[in-house]
């Protein structure tokens, strides 16, 4: 889910976490200088990254594989969050590549990739793949639109064809029951929602849907049964039981040459706070709270113009 970006979570028990050039975002927002010019950060990192994804063709490989290759660059990355809230008033599809989230972490790795197999070569072309996939329906139009909860992210981009829900082809997998509600239970932690309360009651429809869906999901003792099945590039949403929340973290699958499937991510619980790769197959990874109960697995699909 999305909570200013997941920061919420931080203040939870687990402790986890988690389109326009400047110029047509000025003419839609009315000159928000300040948020035009944070709305795209990293072009260096972008720019080193573009160059060797060209110079070693991962546009020609498959999604998953390619994911693996961009993540891989984003090693090291320091986490930061909060980075998508740059205006209480406006929606504004920001990137930031200098520092990064759980879920923009899986995000960005997924649409630069995305961007890539589909001929773009622009931060323009980066933020029309992130407006896509981040956004209810493709389309952005207020902080309503986004899609804030993780499953709901799922769903929606399960409809637009930009991935496939593994669980219910999985071995082991169960039914998923956890509700959410942390958003209406807590609009004072958001921003726009302090400044727009009129919102809210929008919020709540978006959390009865989501409420009255059942998605399936591993538990953590069935991991181990389905890690031959996973591929690099999976994302990865790591299920738990905090009241209001359907997922806690997020991240991907990267596969080592033995073919052993490890968990990528952002964390703000880790040491150093940057993305990491654990060392642990995936099945032993997710230790760090008692709040856990597993885990849900989405494929990426292969981009169509």
């Known amino acids: 889910m999305n909570i200013n970006r997941r920061a919420f979570l931080s203040r939870t028990a687990t402790g986890t976490f988690g389109l326009l050039s400047a110029t047509v975002i000025g003419r839609a927002f009315g000159g928000k200088l300040q948020a035009q010019a944070e709305s795209f950060k990293g072009q260096e990192v972008f720019d080193r990254i573009l160059a060797k994804a060209l110079k070693n063709k991962w546009e020609t490989l498959p999604i998953g594989q390619c994911m693996g290759h961009v993540a891989m660059e984003f090693r090291g990355t320091p986490y930061v969050g909060f980075t998508l809230e740059l205006d209480k008033d406006h929606e504004i599809c920001a990137v930031d590549l200098m520092g990064l989230d759980c879920v923009t972490f899986f995000e960005d790795t997924l649409d630069f990739s995305r961007m890539l197999k589909l001929g773009g070569r622009t931060p323009e072309a980066m933020l029309e793949q992130i407006q896509f996939t981040r956004y209810r329906g493709g389309k952005m139009t207020n902080f309503l639109s986004r899609l804030h909860y993780t499953t709901d992210w799922l769903v929606d981009n399960q409809k637009k064809g930009v991935i496939k829900i ?22 004072e932690n958001y921003k726009q929602l302090v400044a727009h309360p009129e919102w809210i009651p929008k919020i709540q429809q978006y959390e009865d849907t989501i409420n009255s869906r059942t998605l399936m999901y ?45 968990f990528m991510d952002a964390s703000s619980m880790k040491r150093n706070m940057r993305v990491t790769l654990e060392t642990p197959p995936i099945s032993e990874t997710f230790t760090w709270s008692r709040h856990l109960m597993g885990a849900m697995f989405a494929r990426p699909l292969e981009p169509v113009a």
Do not use: F, R, W
């Open 166 to 187: 593994l669980a219910p082809e999985l071995p082991g997998a169960e039914p998923y029951t956890q509700k959410v509600g942390i958003m209406t239970a807590h609009p």
């Open 218 to 262: 591993i538990p953590l003792d069935k991991l181990k049964g389905v890690e031959s099945y996973l591929q690099t590039g999976d994302i990865v949403g790591v299920c738990e039981n905090v009241k209001g929340i359907d997922i806690g973290h997020t991240g991907l699958v990267i596969k080592d040459s033995a073919g052993v499937p490890h």
